[in-house]
């Protein structure tokens, strides 16, 4: 029997992926499940099923009964509607204070920006994937101490992402700092956690946070690139912004470790499983 499409789009619209909601409400209709049977009950690929309860359990949506072989049960959904309430309150607050801080940084690039024949001087906007891929090995060959960058889906670059792995080494050796805050989505997708261990080894710190605003790398304080979604382009489509002004990029690296303070190591996800 598939779940309730109604339930699973607002599990969705609370922070859930699909596949998690979807589980979430087989899960629920008897006392516990092998990882197979709830597959079935929930019609999610076999190869998905354990990253998907992981990413409950995870999030205490669910418990792991460790055992000969291993079930999985829910948490009373009035407990678990109760956990997701929290966290998309936590991310509203989270973006409320980063939206406070760029419109005081971008309130001053505004102003002055009105006063500009050419508003373009400092800020090059791109729609085209390949030039933003090449932007972002631009941005990162160009750093000389600090690279800090969201990182969430879709990905542009390629996924090994040569030039980033040259500039890590680069940075590390001339002792400066390269961080990184990945959303929960890499944990399921087998190439981008190679990408993050091979990154790992260059010397980049990584987190983890459930949302990220946008993608972002903020260079050395000065160098931007960012991306929004487009809503003349139509659905899907993204304009990526890269800015040259230490202004924003500062306001910008606070907004960064705001949420690097609140997010989650790899060693600590493993420890919460």
Not at 167 to 192: C, F, S
Request: glycine share 6%.
């Amino acid at each position: 029997m598939e779940p309730d499409e109604q339930s699973v789009g607002q599990l969705v619209s609370l922070g859930l992926a699909r596949y998690e909601a979807r589980v979430y409400l087989a899960l629920i209709r008897r006392e516990s499940y092998t990882a197979a049977e709830v597959a079935r009950e929930a019609d999610v690929p076999r190869q998905r099923i354990y990253d998907v309860l992981d990413a409950l359990v995870r999030r205490r949506l669910a418990t792991a009964h460790p055992g000969k072989v291993a079930t999985f049960s829910a948490i009373a959904p009035e407990l678990a509607l109760t956990r997701l309430m929290s966290e998309q309150r936590e991310a509203l607050d989270r973006m409320e204070r980063i939206s406070t801080g760029l419109v005081s940084a971008l309130l001053p690039v505004w102003s002055e920006g009105r006063s500009q024949s050419n508003p373009l001087d400092y800020i090059e906007v791109l729609r085209d994937p390949k030039a933003i891929s090449e932007r972002f090995a631009d941005i990162q060959e160009q750093a000389t101490h600090e690279l800090l960058s969201f990182c969430k889906p879709p990905f542009v670059a390629p996924t090994e992402n040569t030039a980033g792995i040259k500039a890590t080494r680069r940075l590390r050796r001339a002792e400066g700092t390269v961080r990184a805050i990945y959303t929960y989505d890499v944990l399921g997708d087998p190439a981008m956690m190679d990408n993050v261990e091979h990154f790992g080894k260059a010397g980049e710190e990584a987190r983890f946070a459930s949302d990220l605003p946008l993608k972002l790398i903020v260079a050395d304080g000065s160098l931007v690139l960012c991306d929004m979604p487009d809503p003349v382009a139509g659905t899907g489509a993204t304009t990526a912004l890269y800015i040259e002004h230490p202004a924003l990029a500062g306001c910008l690296r606070l907004a960064f470790q705001t949420v690097w303070d609140h997010a989650a190591t790899l060693d600590d996800l493993r420890a919460s499983r």
